[in-house]
């Protein structure tokens, strides 16, 4: 029973691409997150939102936009796809009240930039 | 600062053995705590959270401890097995008067590795 779905799990694009990563979830969760994964650097924000049409910057928002026109659905796009964005692509959402901050993860995209 | 980290980065332990893997954290104000897992290639899955007015919970195998005293956090997995191999994750949630948005701190991760 997949709740979070990331479109991709693995994906190769050229430098200067612009690349679209999707997410889907099922739960009628509020939050929606982006985090990038690297070795040794841990799970690191890139973006999230609360709402629909909203989104607030995490820790590293440079090279990246996003996009949340309906509730279930948030998409992270990489403008000019760099070398340095090659990484692993988490998506994430939570409930908002309730105490209850849990967040669920998608499998991830495994994004290589060439 | 305000971050989450782990003592050890790696642990190998046999089959059958109980595995402890510890975080701490520094911001008092953290009031919800998770541990997840993530095999290779996969997303972290919830293992089991804990709230700051508590200072055990058990799962089935796993217990979490919170020792807010010294700000730690542990995971206690009982008969460790095969299948219990991978980065496990601490994270907390700092409460921001209710203007956090219930986002979540995580630390680098532990690898575990379970040998038969």
């Known amino acids: 029973d997949v709740k979070v779905t990331q479109s991709s799990r693995y994906l190769v694009k050229r430098t200067g691409e612009k690349v679209f990563l999707e997410c889907v979830q099922d739960?009628?969760?509020?939050?929606m997150f982006w985090y990038r994964q690297d070795p040794g650097l841990g799970l690191r924000l890139i973006y999230f939102?609360?709402?629909?049409?909203?989104?607030e910057k995490g820790d590293i928002p440079e090279g990246y936009s996003v996009s949340r026109e309906k509730k279930e659905r948030f998409s992270l796009i990489l403008e000019s796809a760099s070398t340095n964005q090659t990484s692993m692509y988490l998506c994430?959402?939570?409930?908002?009240?309730?105490?209850?901050?849990?967040?669920?993860f998608g499998s991830g995209t495994r994004l290589t930039v060439v | 600062g305000e971050s989450v980290g782990l003592h050890l980065p790696t642990l190998s332990v046999q089959e059958g053995d109980n595995s402890i893997i510890n975080c701490a954290y520094s911001?008092?104000?953290?009031?919800?705590f998770i541990w997840y897992k993530q095999e290779s290639g996969k997303g972290p899955q919830f293992i089991i959270d804990?709230?700051?007015?508590?200072d055990k919970r058990q799962g089935q195998r796993v217990t979490v401890l919170l020792n807010k005293t010294v700000k730690h956090l542990s995971l206690q997995i009982a008969a460790t097995q095969p299948g219990d191999s991978a980065v496990y994750f601490c994270?907390?949630?700092?409460?921001?008067?209710?203007?956090?948005?219930?986002?979540?701190?995580f630390g680098q991760g532990t690898i575990l590795t379970v040998h038969p």
């Open positions: 739960m009628d969760h509020e939050n």
């Open positions: 911001n008092s104000a953290s009031d919800y």
């Open positions: 994270a907390e949630n700092i409460d921001a008067g209710g203007t956090s948005y219930g986002k979540l701190t």
């Open positions: 804990i709230r700051s007015n508590m």
């Open positions: 994430a959402s939570s409930l908002v009240g309730g105490g209850n901050y849990g967040y669920t």
């Open positions: 939102s609360y709402d629909v049409k909203m989104k």
